[in-house]
């Protein structure tokens, strides 16, 4: 049975799709270490659940999230910090995770919530999404990856404009830059949208599935030789799953795939 959380909600509401809603709406989901802990164990959950091929991240229509908890955060002092690797468990939160994850933001998405909303695969934003590193205005910076994320997506004269200034990106602009993969007309839409790109890519055989997200990641982190040799690596591997006979034997007779994911 799924466990209950105090500040997520967690369903599989498709097949193959599991869901995550950060549910902590008091704070505008405010991203305080308890939260993190249990979005960790969920998106664990999921990556462990044989039946889910994608999962889908969001928050509420007002808040995706409005960053790391500044209440939590006030006090601390840099031995604290540095000698309880204060932030560190948040890369934990997609490192190890292998599965495609969407995030679909609606409103705020700041700070800390903007740098998890950059954590997905995919980002889908509603009318009204707002991001933002608003860090500056509270003496700090970035800290779960913002300036790296951000950078890589935008590029740089954006994303320092963004980053020094603590001014938000709007959807649209959002959606013009690049950040995010579609701005939708409604949130609603925006979170169906995910769910519906989630069900398609775990229809898809999982081999497959993982093999794509691990390609496109290493082009974050290779050069173009480097990375292509590595794509043509996987892509040689595939001949030796099952799913690559299903997949073209199937095209060859005009028949839809029965992937074994394996
Ligand atoms: C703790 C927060 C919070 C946050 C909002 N709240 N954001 N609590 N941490 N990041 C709380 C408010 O204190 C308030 O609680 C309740 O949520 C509702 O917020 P309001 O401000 O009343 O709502 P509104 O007027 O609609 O303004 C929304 C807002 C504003 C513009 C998003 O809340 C805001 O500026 N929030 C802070 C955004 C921010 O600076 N984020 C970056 C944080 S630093 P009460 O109890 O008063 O009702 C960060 C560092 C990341 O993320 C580093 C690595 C992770």
């Not at 204060?86 to 705020?108: C, H, M, Q």
């Not at 979170?191 to 069900?199: C, D, Q």
């Not at 775990?202 to 050069?223: D, F, H, R």
Request: hydrophobic share 40%; aromatic share 8%.
């Amino acid at each position: 049975s799924a466990p209950q959380y105090e500040h997520l909600i967690v369903s599989t509401p498709k097949p193959g799709v599991g869901f995550i809603q950060l549910n902590r709406p008091r704070a505008l989901n405010a991203l305080c270490t308890p939260l993190i802990i249990e979005l960790n164990q969920a998106l664990r959950q999921f990556q462990a659940e044989k039946s889910v091929g994608a999962i889908v991240l969001t928050g509420s229509s007002k808040a995706f999230a409005a960053g790391a908890d500044i209440k939590e955060m006030k006090d601390l002092t840099f031995s604290r910090a540095y000698g309880d690797d204060f932030i560190e468990s948040w890369s934990d939160l997609v490192t190890f995770l292998k599965k495609p994850l969407i995030t679909a933001i609606n409103g705020y998405a700041l700070g800390g919530g903007c740098e998890l909303a950059m954590m997905g695969d995919i980002l889908y934003a509603g009318p009204k999404a707002v991001f933002g590193q608003p860090e500056i205005k509270l003496g700090i910076i970035p800290g779960a990856g913002g300036s790296q994320r951000l950078t890589k997506a935008i590029g740089k004269s954006r994303a320092m404009e963004t980053i020094l200034t603590g001014e938000n990106i709007s959807a649209k602009q959002a959606g013009e830059w690049g950040l995010v993969a579609k701005v939708f007309d409604t949130p609603d839409e925006c979170v169906n949208g995910a769910l519906a790109t989630a069900e398609k890519i775990a229809s898809y055989g999982q081999i497959a599935v993982k093999a794509c997200k691990e390609v496109v990641n290493k082009s974050q982190e290779l050069g173009i030789r480097e990375g292509v040799e590595y794509e043509r690596r996987v892509f040689h591997g595939l001949f030796g799953s099952q799913d690559q006979k299903i997949g073209m034997s199937a095209f060859a007779v005009k028949m839809k795939p029965e992937w074994k994911n394996e």
